[in-house]
């Protein structure tokens, strides 16, 4: 979480999850100019939740 500049904003009940989901790349942020944002108290777009599920659904799928 080291690079979002809003890291304090993810509540510490989320702050595992949230590191999962980095590690695997199923979230990765948002980016202006040289800063990225997690922006934890936006709620999540439709859009934005189904590149998630594809992400993850895609990862599970993987040949292994």
Do not use: C, Q
Request: a neutral charge; glycine letters at 6%.
């Amino acid at each position: 979480l080291g690079t979002f500049v809003d890291k304090n904003d993810i509540a510490n009940y989320a702050s595992t999850a949230v590191k999962w989901a980095l590690d695997k790349e199923y979230i990765k942020g948002y980016k202006d100019g040289d800063d990225v944002y997690m922006k934890p108290k936006n709620g999540a777009t439709r859009a934005e939740m189904m590149a998630v599920l594809m992400r993850f659904v895609e990862d599970e799928h993987k040949t292994k």
